[in-house]
């Protein structure tokens, strides 16, 4: 599972890629919620016959990038289109911990400082090689050597020990990762400078989960990988299907890999192909696809459709309005003080402003709804119910901005400095909805009397949306992006000071301190590590850097025919071995 995914706008919008938890939805009109909360996690457990091709849809608006390398991808459109042969490392139960039941056995020493990943014989790459010790120890390589430009090497990651000086170029090979069975062994140790509370936990960035194939990539110049036919138009994977066929940014054919370790996968071929948010209703009552998301705000023109079984449930992620204070330099997010968002209260009143609530209310009765912090409810004891978020409140806003100094001169606000302010927003293309959502938006905000711009004058396409984002381009201060968030929920690799996935580049002490506090030693006592979240959600909500929206129920609609899919987290790792067609 990996810690971060980069996703197009969910639920309201392109059919909730991935979502999190409701917190607290009170609108009367959510029938359609109540719907969901009605369908299970999988569907009916019938005896799978061997063959038969599935059709799988991909929704969204914008052709995939096609990167297939863990490191280097962080676009969760890839991750879907990758699934299929992209299998991890590791199972776990139903709450996310590692087992051994999985391609690899994970022990930790906690005294030793060590974990030891050890890769079963028998698993191996699609071209039939065993899966070895240098495999594991390459994705430390690939997210740590500069050349790559990995957005995977994180301040989590720089616990291992030897990484750092790996990155800075102090070292050909990183110390703290032994091989000692060789590299053609199956073992492999890593040691850590400190041990975290989370690392039982999969998805909690602390070490990879994941293998690259070093036979195929090797000859491979780190600042060449990326664009290689090794990783976009050719790459093997160790798990149940294969590549056979591309159609850059449109599709990908599946078939299966006859070296799979579990046995032979079900199905003759997957084909997993790209459709356009606005026809996902019409696919699914013509039954276009086997596997298609539903578009939260079409729920109504498919949830009567014969032949299919819809499941549902609330993944992690989240939407959220960020604001720019900062820029990435050398390796860290140093904020600006004279950055235009540089202002609590003016960040607090457009968060005000927003009515979300209204928004979710006519567009999806309930299926997506406002969340009010950055931490998951179905974490558990670690989601603060305290913390109620920014509900619509005008006159709350109006007041933040009148005491704060951006006074009216006519239709708009001038900055406290008397200067003009206009603010520009950039956000994502999605259904035929996104639009109306962000141009309501922006009258929202016109009613406390700012000026708020599209960057560019228009939504803007995935890729070119977070290359802007990622990017600290001038011409955007605000951005409406969307978080595929881990199982272990530690924000270290969101939010601090050393993430590159920062993006809205604040870096204060205080939440340096708290997120250190979160992963201490200290918070291996799991009462200490609740209240060092619940004290950091609080900060976060104060401080307005990062404003969480909404969420959104994920519902999936399945051939009726289709026997063994599942969303429960104990399948996800075998999910595509035991998906087939019933008999």
Partial sequence: MKKTQ???????????????????????????????????????????????????????????TGIFNNELSTSGIDSTVAQFGNESLFDTDDSYKINNKGPATFKLDRKAKTITIEVKKGVKWSDGKQVTAKDVEYEYEIMANKGSK?????????????????????????SGIEMPDGENGRKVVIHFKEMKPGMLQSGNGYFSESASPYHQLKNIPFDKLQSSD??????????????????????????????????TPKLDKITISVVNPNSASQAIKSHKFDIADVVNSQWDQVKNTKDVNFVANIPLAYSYMGFKVGKWKDGRNVMDPKAKMNNKSLRQAMAYAMNI???????????????PTLIPEQIGDYFNKNVKGYSYNLKKANQLLD?????????????????????????????????????????????????????????????????????????VDVFMGVWGVASEPSPNDL?????????????????????????????????????????????????????????????????????????????????????????
């Fill in 6 to 64: 980069l996703l197009g706008s969910i639920g309201l919008v392109t059919g909730a890629v991935l979502t999190l938890a409701a917190c607290g939805q009170k609108s009367n009109d959510n029938a359609d919620a109540k719907d969901a909360k009605k369908f299970t996690q999988q569907t009916p457990k019938k005896a799978v016959k061997k063959g038969g091709t599935l059709s799988y849809a991909l929704e969204t608006d914008t052709p995939f």
């Fill in 150 to 174: 990995s957005q995977r090497y994180t301040a989590s990651l720089q616990d291992i020990v030897g990484l750092t000086d790996y990155h800075d170029g102090k070292s050909k090979t990183i």
């Fill in 230 to 263: 090794a990783v976009r138009k050719n790459p093997i994977f160790f798990g149940p299907y294969k590549i056979s066929k591309i159609v850059r940014g449109q599709s990908v054919t599946w078939v299966p890999n006859k070296y799979y370790w579990r046995g």
């Fill in 357 to 371: 609530d209204a928004v979710t209310k006519r567009y999806t009765h309930g299926l997506s709804f406002r969340v």
């Fill in 403 to 475: 005491k704060a100094g951006y006074k009216k001169k006519g239709t708009y606000r001038v900055q406290p400095n008397g200067k003009p302010l206009t603010i520009y927003l950039a956000a994502m293309t999605g259904s035929s909805n996104q639009e109306p959502i962000i141009r309501n938006y922006i009258q929202q905000w016109k009613k406390i009397g700012l000026n708020v711009k599209l960057t560019t004058g228009r939504l803007i396409e995935f890729n070119s949306f977070y290359d802007k984002v990622q990017n600290d381009a001038k011409d």
């Fill in 495 to 583: 939010y601090s000071e050393n993430a590159p996935f920062n993006f809205t580049r604040f870096a204060t002490k205080k939440n340096t301190q708290l997120l250190g506090e979160i992963d201490s030693q200290k918070a291996f006592n799991h009462k200490y590590r609740v209240d060092k979240f619940h004290e950091w959600q609080k900060y976060m909500n104060d401080e307005a850097y990062v404003v969480p929206t909404y969420n959104s129920y994920k519902i999936t609609a399945i051939n009726s025919k289709i026997t063994g899919y599942s969303l429960k987290p104990s399948d996800g790792n075998s999910l595509w071995y035991k998906v087939g067609y019933a008999k």
